[in-house]
Every structure is written in structure tokens, then in C-alpha cells.
């Protein structure tokens, strides 16, 4: 989803987590921005 093979790791822990509430959009919306928040800082 994000094109590297790192933020893609970053994916799928995130996705695992995100099995607690998977019909929740708001958490997939959250986390999507705070994953590119953080790998975004990382780059910087």
C-alpha cells in the first residue's frame, strides 16, 4: 500500500492489531495516518 517493503511490514502488524475491531473505518483511518505520520518522520 505504501511501496516499500518496510512501510508494508509496518502494514501488517498494524493489520494484525487492527483484527480486534476489522469493521471499524475509523481505525483503519487512524492508523493509516499515523502509520504515514511515523514513517514519514522516520524518512525526514
Known amino acids: 500500500m505504501y511501496g516499500t517493503p518496510e512501510a508494508r511490514r509496518f502494514e501488517i ?4 492489531l ?3 475491531d476489522t ?12 502509520v504515514c505520520a511515523i514513517w514519514g518522520a522516520g524518512i525526514a
Not at 502488524?13 to 494484525?16: M, Q, S
Not at 481505525?27 to 493509516?32: E, K, P, Q, S, Y
Open 13 to 16: 502488524v498494524l493489520d494484525a
Open 23 to 34: 469493521e471499524n473505518w475509523a481505525w483503519r483511518f487512524l492508523r493509516a495516518r499515523w
Open 18 to 20: 487492527g483484527q480486534q
